[in-house]
């Protein structure tokens, strides 16, 4: 943890202020300058930058408005990175109104069969992200298209994805979300979480995590 002046002073105060960043990026895995009002997800993701097993500090910087800025609870996800699929069916058989969310993490041609014949056989209504677009045949009946490319499209697909019971990210990286998708979905929607190596980006809370080939 580190302290640093007000963000509005940074450009102009010259006493005693060190680009900390680039002082410490060589020696950390990562690094969060934590700002309001996205306190909640910046912290969420630092902690799962602690928990995610790879060697190194995570810094936290901390300006003077985040110091002094209200204090509220915030309850930090700690899903099982290997759970076993048994707990995964439990989720998808007690949810009513599933959704299914894929990135651009594989795009081969095996993981967009096997998709499409696991979409097949639960009927889930699916979402890609634009740049996985076309990972599913868009004229197929549980396709909700590709978002990031119109704000109308993408407005009636957040609609659909805030009246779920539970969301599946498959390869998701927030990397591929347009601003006005973030954070991306409602905090007290579960979410089960797909990939082969993890995304501790993802700014809402996972329900579980399951890791290793989406194949």
């Given at each position: 943890?580190?302290?640093?002046?007000s963000s509005e002073l940074y450009?102009?105060?010259?006493?005693?202020?060190?680009?900390?960043k680039n002082l410490f990026l060589?020696?950390?895995?990562?690094?969060?300058?934590?700002?309001?009002?996205?306190?909640?997800?910046?912290?969420?993701?630092?902690?799962?930058?602690?928990?995610?097993?790879?060697?190194?500090?995570?810094?936290?910087?901390?300006?003077?408005?985040?110091?002094?800025?209200?204090?509220?609870?915030?309850?930090?996800?700690?899903?099982?990175?290997?759970?076993?699929?048994?707990?995964?069916?439990?989720?998808?058989?007690?949810?009513?109104?599933?959704?299914?969310?894929?990135?651009?993490?594989?795009?081969?041609?095996?993981?967009?069969?096997?998709?499409?014949?696991?979409?097949?056989?639960?009927?889930?209504?699916?979402?890609?992200?634009?740049?996985?677009?076309?990972?599913?045949?868009?004229?197929?009946?549980?396709?909700?298209?590709?978002?990031?490319?119109?704000?109308?499209?993408?407005?009636?697909?957040?609609?659909?994805?805030?009246?779920?019971?539970?969301?599946?990210?498959?390869?998701?990286?927030?990397?591929?979300?347009?601003?006005?998708?973030?954070?991306?979905?409602?905090?007290?929607?579960?979410?089960?979480?797909?990939?082969?190596?993890?995304?501790?980006?993802?700014?809402?809370?996972?329900?579980?995590?399951?890791?290793?080939?989406?194949?």
């Amino acid at each position: 943890l580190i302290s640093q002046i007000s963000s509005e002073l940074y450009p102009i105060y010259t006493h005693q202020i060190i680009d900390q960043k680039n002082l410490f990026l060589p020696i950390c895995k990562t690094f969060h300058s934590l700002k309001p009002p996205h306190l909640e997800h910046q912290l969420r993701a630092s902690f799962r930058s602690v928990t995610d097993g790879k060697a190194g500090p995570v810094i936290l910087e901390i300006t003077k408005e985040v110091a002094t800025h209200p204090c509220h609870d915030i309850v930090f996800d700690s899903p099982p990175v290997h759970a076993s699929f048994l707990e995964e069916i439990t989720l998808l058989r007690s949810a009513r109104r599933p959704v299914l969310f894929v990135g651009a993490e594989d795009l081969s041609i095996g993981t967009s069969s096997a998709l499409t014949e696991w979409i097949n056989k639960i009927n889930i209504p699916t979402v890609t992200t634009y740049r996985a677009k076309g990972i599913l045949d868009e004229t197929h009946a549980w396709s909700l298209g590709a978002c990031g490319l119109s704000p109308v499209v993408d407005k009636h697909q957040q609609q659909f994805i805030q009246q779920a019971d539970l969301l599946i990210t498959v390869g998701l990286d927030p990397v591929e979300l347009r601003p006005n998708w973030l954070p991306g979905w409602p905090s007290s929607l579960p979410v089960l979480n797909i990939s082969a190596c993890g995304q501790p980006d993802i700014l809402a809370p996972f329900q579980l995590d399951l890791r290793g080939p989406i194949q």
